[in-house]
């Protein structure tokens, strides 16, 4: 049978794990604290939880706490992330250039071929650090080497909620825009939930617009304030690579807020028909776009024709023409 642990903040019973169903308290993180305040002569209490999604003004400042105490571990499994998918571009380019021995021709094929397949490889490993950069952000006791170990644990899982979030926000873009830009909000916290909770696939997904739900407003605004700094620091050089782990903490801190909300509210995660919100507009887009492609099609082949002879309507104007001329008789 597996150990049951009593979560000190909500009381609830569960299986061991990191952090709790209910709250989603980290207890490893509760645990080092409760260690520092008994170390100090503080007594035990349980660690405060945010009261609905913290202001903007405290959204920044403890990002800009977090960014400061883990910056060194966040920022290099940042690199690495860059590294990886970079790195077998040029590798397999490089190598793919060797064929130009046998001619020049071959030379460009040869660099395109290795390029395009160290791109492929390349954005399959990127995941691996940041899956561990995630999985940093929720044990702060885990260092680069342990980030990446519990990164590639999840790099199947991750890679699957990216590409089934890709596919909803793709369908939901080409229905007219707006379930596109629901879909973006809704599922902005999958990516921790499913690295920290251990949820996959759709499971993660459901729970992302879950916890979105009835805070999506919110959520945007604080997606269009990091939108924004991010803009601002790409402008600087280097900027971009700087600014990454500070834009993963606050989309990290959000999360937490989220999950607190939900914990406090006691709203279970949504049934499986609650998917219809997510799958119907998503075919519906898909159908549209091979709506236009069949219509575009249909209309070349249509011109092509035109272009190649006569339209129906000149034939007949032509033969009209010719049965009405008199030609004068021979002689």
């Known amino acids: ?7 000190p903040k909500c009381g609830i019973s569960q299986e061991l794990s990191n952090f709790c169903a209910g709250c989603g308290l980290d207890f490893r993180a509760y645990a080092r604290r409760a ?9 035990e209490t349980a660690s405060p939880s945010v009261a609905g999604m913290r202001d903007i003004g405290r959204l920044l400042e403890d990002s800009w706490a977090i960014y400061k105490e883990r910056f060194a571990t966040l920022f290099i499994l940042h690199l690495l992330s860059v590294a990886f998918i970079l790195g077998p571009v040029i590798l397999l380019a490089l190598l793919g250039m060797t064929a ?17 397949t160290g791109a492929l490889i390349g954005s399959v490993l990127m995941f691996i650090p940041m899956a ?28 699957w909620l990216v590409g089934l979030i890709g596919l909803f926000i793709a369908g939901g873009f080409l229905f007219f825009f707006i379930p596109g830009l629901v879909f973006t909000i809704w599922f902005l916290p999958a990516q921790f939930i499913v690295i920290l909770e251990n949820e996959k696939g759709m499971n993660a997904v ?6 979105v739900r009835d805070h999506w ?19 600087l050089p280097g900027g971009s690579l700087l600014f990454a782990p500070f834009m993963y903490i606050m989309l990290y801190l959000i999360y937490t807020d989220l999950r607190s909300c939900k914990a406090t509210d ?9 998917r219809l919100w997510i799958i119907i507009p998503t075919v519906l887009g898909y159908l549209l776009l091979i709506a236009l492609l069949v219509i575009a099609a249909l209309s070349g082949m249509e011109e092509k024709q035109y272009i190649l002879g006569p339209a129906p309507f000149m034939t007949q104007e032509m033969t009209a023409f010719s049965s009405s001329l008199k030609w004068p008789a021979p002689g």
């Open 1 to 7: 049978m597996a150990q049951q642990v009593r979560c």
């Open 35 to 43: 260690r520092e305040r008994r170390a100090s002569g503080g007594a």
């Open 100 to 116: 130009g021995i046998f001619g020049e021709e071959l030379l460009v094929i040869g660099a395109g071929a290795g390029a395009a």
């Open 132 to 159: 561990g950069l995630i999985s940093a952000l929720g044990d702060k006791d885990l260092g680069v080497k342990d980030s990446l170990r519990a990164g590639y644990g999840k790099l199947w899982s991750f890679l």
């Open 206 to 211: 459901m729970k992302s617009r879950h916890y």
């Open 217 to 235: 407003w919110g959520v945007l605004g604080r997606l269009l304030l990091i939108m924004l700094f991010s803009g601002m620091a790409g402008v």
């Open 266 to 274: 006691g709203a279970k995660t949504p049934e499986k028909p609650d």
